[in-house]
């Protein structure tokens, strides 16, 4: 869905940990008419970000909840102006208003606040599903 909205010589940098989904998930993306625009990176992210060149018109993150602010950390510069950091289950099943949050909703409520006090960016929280908060760099 993604790569539908790449510009003409644009780029889909999609970076997964597990490896048991992998055949499965390059197999998605071959059969795409998108599959050359595709780049599918198996990792850790906390490795693979900074190995990648270039910037980033849009990031979507959606991984493991104790690293959100870190990865908002090592893309933060490589978005230009404009460009959109998108971060996914930010209400995290509405445990982000219960009085004792467990280690993940705590990862959420800080990463949440980060980004909202953050100057380089403005933010809108969508209280859809589970939340999506959208981040535009200033």
Do not use: H
């Amino acid at each position: 869905c993604l790569a539908e909205g790449l510009r003409p010589g644009g780029r889909l940098v999609t970076i997964d940990k597990n490896e048991e989904l992998e055949d499965r998930v390059r197999g998605y993306f071959q059969s795409s008419s998108f599959s050359n625009q595709i780049d599918y990176r198996i990792g850790d992210a906390r490795q693979v970000i900074p190995a990648l060149t270039g910037t980033f018109d849009m990031v979507f993150i959606d991984a493991d909840k104790e690293s959100y602010s870190l990865y908002f950390d090592l893309v933060i510069e490589r978005v230009p102006t404009g460009g959109w950091i998108l971060a996914d289950n930010v209400l995290w099943s509405g445990k982000v208003v219960e009085p004792k949050p467990d280690k993940d909703t705590g990862a959420i409520l800080a990463f949440n606040d980060k980004v909202v006090k953050d100057k380089r960016v403005n933010c809108l929280l969508l209280p859809v599903r589970d939340g999506l908060m959208l981040m535009q760099k200033l």
